[in-house]
Structures are given as structure tokens and as C-alpha cells.
């Protein structure tokens, strides 16, 4: 049967889809174990499973996934929901989850929010039409009431934000880290720090309010006309940078706290000749190639991108394999940032002026 089948995909004739029964009849077996073996189920054995999927491959069988759909199961498609993709966070992010996720057997689907509430639920509806087995969510602001209600119903895990009400959550300890910025650049000597970030996420007003907190610790006054906060976008950094060389009170250090806030904001004073660390000095957030290679070379914080990432891909597999429900009490997982200190941080000159 194998030969006349390969002979005729030879010749461009194709009989029709081949089906477990094939694979059966093939081996022998009955369909029964041959469905089981397919699905890896724990009473077949291993010998029997690889007989099984060798036969599969060798007759081109191909799993019927929708019609498994329709009979009530999920399908081995886990989807991975961001606000974009541009910011080599999320890029790196999906990577290890895909790969992660490859090893047992499921594939990484990707779908992009743009931080909209009604886009979210409407990605979440097409997710449950297709039956995905789990979902990573970096979640917006405020999530629709039912794009939580889809969620309780599927092993789902939170990733870098967390809405309490949504459960289970992998993050930064993101205070911790505009802290550590803030002391840096105060133990340099700094006063007139100017902080670019966003106050509308979870993860944006807990680095603010680091922002703060180190300042209050340290006995230093807030400027507010140097605490620029937008949304967390390259545009609204390079924006931010021309409010700063238009105000009346130079800064002489930046604390950005976003990815992509960091490289407007960096990319701007570039364009701007603003000399960094002489002028003004500049701690970013995220750490890459670009941050070693721009300009002194950038001090920043490095995220634990791969632990956070594949610590979310883990706990969210053990879900699915043991069947296990969300608790009462959500699995909650913080892991912290590392200040890289490059060239781009220095004391204050009494001559430096941003203008």
C-alpha cells in the first residue's frame, strides 16, 4: 500500500486523506490504539507509539484537528496575546515561548492588541472558536469583563502586567528596578533627575512610584516640570526629549521607564547632539545590542527576559498536562532587573545644561 501510494503521489494522483484506519489496517492494530498512540496517551506503550507515528509519517497521515474540535477537545495551539511587536521585548518573548512550547507538542499562534480593550475581546472570541488549549496575555488596562470571563474558562497565565482579577502572573519587580536607576544616578550626584515613562499600565505606575519613592528616601524634591509621562512609545519618548530641551529647568539626568520609550528618548538626543554623559546623563529600560553599541554606551537595566519567559511557559504547560485549575490564590512569580552601568551615567557638571 505504502509503494502504490508513493508511486502515485509521483505522478500527481492523490488518493483520498489518509485516516487512522489506514494506519491501523497498516499495522495491524486496532483503531482504538491507534487513536490513543496518536494522542500519546499514557496506557500505550513507547515501542507501539513510535510504530504508530512512524507509519503515520511514512502513509502522510494528517490529524484532522477541526473535526477533534468539534467533538469538544482543544486544539494544541496556544496563543500568545501582546500589544505589539515591534519592541524586541515581545519579539524575544515569543521566540522562547514558540520554542518552549514546540518541545510538547503545542504551536505558539500570535495576536497583536494594540492595547485596545474590544480588540483584546475580540482576539479572545476568535481564540475560543478555535478551541486554543491555553493563552499568555500581556493584558491591557482595563480588560472587557468578558475577555476575563473567556479566561477563567482556559488555562491562561499573565506575562510582564497583572490585572489581580486575571490570576496567575510572571512579572518585574518593577519598582525595585526605577529605584536602583534613581540611586545610581543619585549616588553620582544627581538632583534634577527627569523621569520619561507611562502611568496607565500596572508595570508603568509601578516604576513611577520607584521613581518617587527613591527620591522621597533620598530628602530630594520632585520636579514635576522634569516628570513627563505618555504612553509607552517610541514617538511619545522623542516628544518627551523636546519638552525637556524647552523647559526652563534642565535636567541633568533621564530615568525612561519603557522599552521603546528609551530608544525615542535615545534615538532624540542623538539627533539633538546632545552630548551624554557630558550634558546630561540617561539611564534606559531594556537591555540589547543597540544599548552596548549607542552612543558612550548606554547604562540600563537588563530584564530577565528568558527566566521570566520560560518560567511563564513552564507553569502554564503544567497546567495543561495535570489538568489543574486555577487556586483561590493566584501563582505569582517577580523576578528582578540588573542595572548594567555603561557610559552614559557620570557626576553633574555645574556647567551641563540640556538646551
Not at 502513509?59 to 467533538?71: I, P
Not at 497565565?157 to 502572573?169: E, F, N, P, T
Request: glycine share 8%.
Amino acid at each position: 500500500m505504502l509503494l502504490l501510494l508513493q508511486s502515485l503521489a509521483h505522478l500527481g494522483i492523490h488518493l483520498p486523506m489518509i485516516t487512522i484506519k489506514d494506519i491501523a489496517r497498516e499495522l495491524g492494530l486496532s483503531i482504538s490504539t491507534v487513536g490513543r498512540a496518536l494522542t500519546d496517551h499514557p496506557r500505550i506503550s513507547r515501542e507501539t507509539k513510535e510504530r504508530v507515528q512512524e507509519a503515520a509519517e511514512r502513509l502522510g497521515y494528517v490529524a484532522n484537528t477541526a473535526a477533534r474540535v468539534m467533538r469538544g477537545g482543544s486544539s494544541h495551539l496556544i496563543s500568545l496575546l501582546v500589544p505589539d511587536i515591534r519592541s524586541e521585548f515581545y519579539s524575544m518573548v515569543a521566540h522562547i515561548l514558540s520554542t518552549g512550547f514546540e518541545s510538547e507538542g503545542y504551536h505558539l499562534t500570535l495576536s497583536i492588541t494594540d492595547d485596545d480593550p474590544n480588540r483584546e475581546m475580540q482576539q479572545m472570541r476568535e481564540l475560543m472558536s478555535a478551541r486554543v488549549a491555553g493563552v499568555v496575555i500581556v493584558p491591557s488596562a482595563n480588560p472587557r469583563r468578558e475577555t476575563a470571563e473567556m479566561l477563567s474558562k482556559i488555562p491562561h497565565v499573565q506575562l510582564l502586567r497583572r490585572i489581580a482579577s486575571l490570576g496567575d502572573w510572571f512579572g518585574l519587580d518593577d519598582e525595585q528596578a526605577i529605584v536602583d536607576a534613581a540611586n545610581h544616578l543619585i549616588g553620582l550626584g544627581h538632583k534634577k533627575i527627569a523621569y520619561i515613562g507611562d502611568n496607565t499600565f500596572p508595570t508603568g505606575k509601578a516604576r513611577y512610584k520607584g521613581f518617587r519613592r527613591a527620591m522621597t528616601e533620598a530628602g530630594l524634591k520632585i520636579d514635576d516640570s522634569l516628570v513627563l509621562l505618555g504612553p509607552p512609545e517610541l514617538k511619545f519618548g522623542t516628544e518627551a526629549v523636546h519638552k525637556l530641551v524647552q523647559g526652563r529647568k534642565p535636567a541633568t539626568a533621564i530615568i525612561t521607564g519603557a522599552v521603546l520609550v528609551t530608544l525615542g528618548v535615545a534615538e532624540q538626543l542623538s539627533k539633538l547632539n546632545v552630548k551624554v554623559p557630558n550634558q546630561i546623563s540617561i539611564v534606559g529600560f531594556g537591555d540589547g545590542p543597540w544599548q552596548r553599541w549607542w552612543g558612550p554606551g548606554l547604562t540600563t537595566l537588563k530584564l530577565p527576559i528568558e527566566e521570566i519567559t520560560t518560567g511563564c511557559a513552564l507553569w502554564l504547560l503544567h497546567r495543561l498536562k495535570t489538568s489543574r485549575q486555577q487556586g483561590k490564590d493566584p501563582h505569582i512569580a517577580v523576578s528582578p532587573t540588573t542595572l548594567v552601568i555603561r557610559n552614559s551615567t557620570a557626576a553633574p557638571k555645574s556647567t551641563r545644561v540640556l538646551r
